[in-house]
């Protein structure tokens, strides 16, 4: 899913970014001539005891400068504010299930940006160490080893060393407030505890902790962008909460709250051209990545070649020693730690690949939101001003950055393909494929004008959810493929073969050399021009991918305009067993 921002917000955000006094932003001057939707309430929670961020007051109001910055933004909006205090974990839980609608602080990371939607961060917040007295030597991560630690439950603090494996090396100790936490280490429960700087300094006075101290200036490996989040595909909501932080920030009324609540307890945070800078910068970084994770590519198909070589090589001397039962022995033990070594490696590398291919990806995206958004502006704004050729060049522009977005979201499918956890049962293919082909073809129209035909299909033993995404790319493939045909025809056989089950789509659309059939099912891989027939060149590599998890295998036949068959067989399933019926659901490309 595209999360770019519209124009409008875009004019906003800049303004918001460069610090534009009032007055001098059009970009918010166009912005506020938008009619606001209608009225409704923000619905949001708050932690307590998070000073100075967001607390319960004396009076046992919600107070905190994260709880003024949203009451800013929600007046700005004209809209009424709903607040209420839960802990993290059920805050968290409370907007993925979309109970509520906005978080007025989430820190951003990569792992939650695959369940929420961020603004640009409106703070920036650093973690340390505190420990009691005694125990200042405590100052870093490293430090940390073997010690028992303790944070709230599915904190920054948390998230981050799960995701880097501290947690194999830490004992960490989960509470579900940072409160909890420093009676828990003053207790002598924990050895130390990480939370953000300025929240344990103010908790550890209120709370009268003296032996508890602060032995750093801060973690350096993270920080906390804290953001509004909401949650995912929740644009419209999110534009319009960038829109009123800008409002806010070009009235001085932010830089007044700021200076209210920080002023005299830390030094200036990360200014927004600062935040700007940083985010180009990450933009590099990730164009960097993209050209390391292809350098990582080559060198795991070197370690193949020349693993394949090592294991013909010990194929043929495994041969010439069987005359020697001992000598064999010897030789095979040894090859199968030879091979059982070197597979190691092989997986690690491919699992690092796919990593960095998740991550790439997923940091694509906030260029590709400037791209798009940016030439929308253009288009919308200075339209008018350019010739012919300046608006195909803007349309250029557009159209390549939502080829980009489909890409991205491809290649995003295939590295989780190689990380789901795959689940058994039968399946009923027959079902399965001609339900996929309703769902390819939506249009009843469109589908009586294919002449599709279905076989007597065999049930197969494997993920539902994974081979109904075979079934639609193939199928995808040969109704596109197939439609510039007069009378395009798509037929799906299967029979049943020494020990597997074996499936065959037929079309007798445009078909391709068999000569680059080797190509079929590489990534990025494509037999016919893009203004042909569009399409990115993952999705035979996915199918590929899936069967194999399945321990079976894919091939293809074909000719340059006489169609194609493609073709996989998998693993025949056990005789008895129940067949899965297929459920309906949206397939990504």
């Known amino acids: ?65 994260s709880v003024e910055i949203i009451r800013a933004v929600a007046e700005a909006l004209g809209q009424e504010l709903e607040i209420r205090t839960e802990t993290w974990d059920h805050a968290m839980q409370a907007l993925e299930s979309g109970a509520i609608d906005v978080l007025p602080m989430m820190a951003y990371s990569a792992e939650r940006d695959r369940l929420f939607d961020f603004s640009a961060p409106h703070t920036i917040a650093f973690d340390s160490v505190f420990v009691k007295k005694g125990n200042e030597r405590l100052r870093t991560l490293t430090d940390l080893s073997g010690r028992t630690v303790v944070v709230m439950n599915r904190d920054a603090a948390h998230e981050y060393l799960v995701a880097h494996d501290f947690g194999k090396r830490i004992n960490l100790l989960l509470t579900n407030s940072l409160p909890d936490a420093l009676r828990l280490l003053a207790a002598g429960k924990a050895d130390a505890a990480i939370m953000p700087k300025l929240v344990g300094l103010v908790l550890v006075k209120n709370l009268g902790l003296a032996p508890i101290v602060q032995t750093s200036a801060g973690i350096t490996a993270y920080n906390r962008p804290f953001s509004f989040a909401v949650k995912e595909g929740n644009n419209l909501l999110l534009e319009r909460l960038v829109y009123g932080l800008s409002v806010i920030k070009t009235t001085g009324q932010y830089d007044k709250i700021y200076k209210k609540w920080f002023a005299v307890l830390e030094d200036p945070q990360i200014r927004w051209k600062t935040a700007l800078e940083y985010a180009l910068a990450m933009a590099a970084a990730c164009l960097a990545l993209v050209v390391w994770s292809l350098l990582l590519r080559q060198q795991v198909r070197s370690r193949t070649r020349r693993l394949e070589a090592e294991m013909a090589q010990r194929a043929l001397a495994e041969k010439s020693l069987r005359g020697s039962e001992e000598k064999y022995r010897q030789l095979a033990g040894e090859l199968e730690q030879r091979v059982g070594e070197r597979t190691l490696q092989l997986e690690a590398a491919n699992r690092e690949l796919e990593a960095f291919a998740y991550s790439v990806s997923h940091d694509l995206r906030a260029p590709l939101r400037a791209i798009e958004g940016f030439s929308t502006m253009v288009t919308e704004e200075y339209g008018a001003r350019l010739d012919a050729e300046g608006q195909r060049q803007l349309g250029v522009i557009r159209a390549n950055a939502t080829k980009m977005s489909g890409l991205i979201d491809d290649l995003l499918a295939f590295s989780r393909t190689g990380r789901s956890e795959m689940q058994g049962g039968r399946v009923a293919m027959g079902e399965l494929s001609r339900s996929v082909f309703a769902e390819v073809v939506a249009d009843p129209a469109a589908r009586a004008k294919i002449g599709f035909t279905v076989g007597d299909l065999p049930d197969a033993e494997g993920d539902a959810a994974l081979l109904r995404q075979v079934w639609f790319n193939l199928l995808s493939n040969a109704v596109k493929f197939s439609a510039k045909q007069e009378h395009p025809l798509v037929e799906i056989t299967g029979a049943v073969s020494v020990g597997e089950v074996v499936y065959h789509v037929r079309d007798n659309g445009a078909g391709f050399d068999m000569r680059y059939n080797d190509k079929l099912f590489g990534v990025f891989q494509r037999l016919h021009a893009a203004d042909q027939f569009e399409g990115t ?7 590929q991918r899936i069967v194999n998890r399945h321990g079976g295998r894919v091939w293809a036949e074909g000719a340059v305009g006489r169609g194609a068959t493609f073709s996989f067989a998998l693993p025949a399933p056990p005789a008895a067993g129940p067949a899965t019926k297929p459920q309906p659901a949206s397939t990504p490309r």
Do not use: W
């Open 1 to 65: 899913m595209s999360k770019c921002l519209s124009a409008g917000t875009f004019l906003v955000l800049c303004g918001l970014l460069a610090g534009s006094p009032a007055g001098s932003a059009p970009g918010v001057e166009a912005a506020a001539q938008t009619p606001v939707a209608e009225k409704r309430r923000i619905k949001t929670i708050i932690v307590d005891n998070y000073q100075p961020y967001t607390f319960l007051n004396e009076r046992g109001e919600p107070d905190g400068f």
């Open 537 to 543: 060149g993952i999705g035979l590599a996915l199918v």
